[in-house]
């Protein structure tokens, strides 16, 4: 079936930190790739995507590339501050269909 | 454009009672989805409806039930409420194309069960 696994949080990073949270997983066929944020009280807003292998997205300094021969998708920035301190999600779209199926989550916290 | 709308945001019920929740959608967006998001599971897939029609069911009792208007608004509704019910849930919508596109969430209703 199938499945996210995905980096446990939470995770602290300084300003200016580099950032990587992995994400590999399980799916039939080639899902599309997304990374989806949740800020404070706010609702999951797509970071970025990719639609297939090879593919790089990018957003906002992050950026995570579709990596078939290892289902993964990691999540990267170079530079971390203080306002990227959120929830985020890895989330593969179920082939054929237009849900996606997420992982748990991993809670960033930056301070200053 | 208005982004996706639900309500309530907030609402407290009881145990047994049922609860109706609502999504209206980006204008132009055919698809409405529903997902769970608990503390302890994550965000899980509850169902998709597409023109109306439910394209897509995730793995929930038949406690939970939904259906789209003619206008692409949603409703879910949820009956013989259980204190697991105890949630955040999210409504997404798209234009619906499968396999690619992107969703867009609304920010919520948390339903709290006592």
């Known amino acids: 079936g199938n499945s996210v696994t995905q980096m446990e949080g939470p995770v602290t990073l300084s300003e200016e930190a580099f950032l990587t949270i992995n994400c590999t997983y399980t799916?039939?066929?080639?899902?599309?790739l997304f990374w989806y944020v949740q800020y404070p009280g706010e609702g999951l807003q797509l970071l970025l995507k990719a639609t297939k292998a090879d593919d790089k997205g990018s957003n906002k300094g992050f950026e995570a590339t579709y990596r078939k021969e290892t289902t993964s998708f990691h999540l990267e920035k170079g530079s971390v501050q203080v306002s990227d301190s959120a929830v985020y999600f890895c989330?593969?779209?179920?082939?054929?269909?237009?849900?996606?199926?997420f992982g748990t989550g991993t809670r960033l916290t930056v301070i200053p | 454009k208005a982004g996706v709308t639900q309500t309530p945001r907030y609402l407290i019920k009881t145990r047994g009672q049922q609860v109706t929740l609502s999504c209206s959608p980006i204008?132009?967006?055919?698809?409405v989805s529903w997902y769970q998001q608990t503390p302890g599971q994550g965000l899980q897939f509850l169902f998709e409806?597409?023109?109306?029609?439910?394209?897509n069911k995730g793995n929930f009792p038949g406690r939970f039930s939904g259906r789209q208007f003619s206008n692409s608004r949603s409703e879910m509704n949820v009956s013989t409420l259980e204190l697991g019910d105890s949630a955040l849930y999210l409504c997404?919508?798209?234009?619906?194309?499968?396999?690619?596109?992107?969703?867009?969430f609304g920010e919520g209703s948390r339903l709290t069960v006592l």
């Open positions: 997404a919508s798209s234009f619906g194309q499968q396999n690619t596109g992107e969703l867009f």
């Open positions: 204008s132009g967006h055919r698809s």
């Open positions: 989330a593969p779209r179920q082939t054929g269909a237009n849900n996606l199926f």
């Open positions: 799916a039939t066929g080639y899902p599309s």
């Open positions: 409806y597409f023109s109306e029609t439910q394209r």
